[in-house]
C-alpha cells in the first residue's frame, strides 16, 4: 500500500496549492514523512519532512514559502506552498519513512505513490 497525494494543479506565479497526502498507514507509527520532487535532469529533492515527534526540514530554496503540517487523527500530511515560482514546477511524491541523514530525511524507503503535478505559469 502507498501513500496517495493530491492537491496539484495549474497556478500563476505567486500563487498557491495545498497538497495533501494520505498516509498507508498510521503515522505515529512512522519515523517521519516528507515531500520530494526530481526536476527533469536534476537530482530528487527533498522539499520538506515532518517526523513523528513534529520536527520540521525543509529545503533552502522554499523555506519562508512552504509549509509542512499534519492531522494525525486522519493521517495526512500538507503542503501549503505559498509565492510559488516557475522553478518549482514538477511532480510532487509523498513518502513514508527513511533515513536521517545530513539534517533530513531521505527518501529511501520505496512505496511512495504517483505523485502530484505542479504547474506554475509566469
Known amino acids: 500500500v502507498q501513500p496517495v497525494e493530491s492537491g496539484g494543479g495549474l497556478v500563476q506565479a505567486g500563487g498557491s496549492l495545498r497538497l495533501s497526502c494520505q498516509a498507508s498507514r498510521s503515522i505515529a507509527s512512522i519515523n517521519a514523512i516528507g515531500w520530494f520532487r526530481q526536476p527533469p535532469g536534476k537530482q530528487r529533492e527533498v522539499v520538506a519532512t515532518?517526523?513523528?515527534?513534529?520536527?520540521?526540514t525543509y529545503k533552502d530554496s522554499v523555506k519562508g514559502r512552504f509549509t509542512i503540517s499534519r492531522n494525525s487523527a486522519k493521517n495526512m500530511v500538507f503542503l501549503q506552498m505559498d509565492g510559488l515560482k516557475g522553478e518549482d514546477t514538477v511532480v510532487y511524491y509523498c513518502y513514508e519513512g527513511g533515513t536521517y541523514s545530513s539534517g533530513t530525511y531521505l527518501p529511501d524507503v520505496p512505496g511512495w505513490g504517483q505523485g502530484t503535478q505542479v504547474t506554475v505559469s509566469s
Open positions: 515532518i517526523s513523528r515527534g513534529g520536527t520540521t
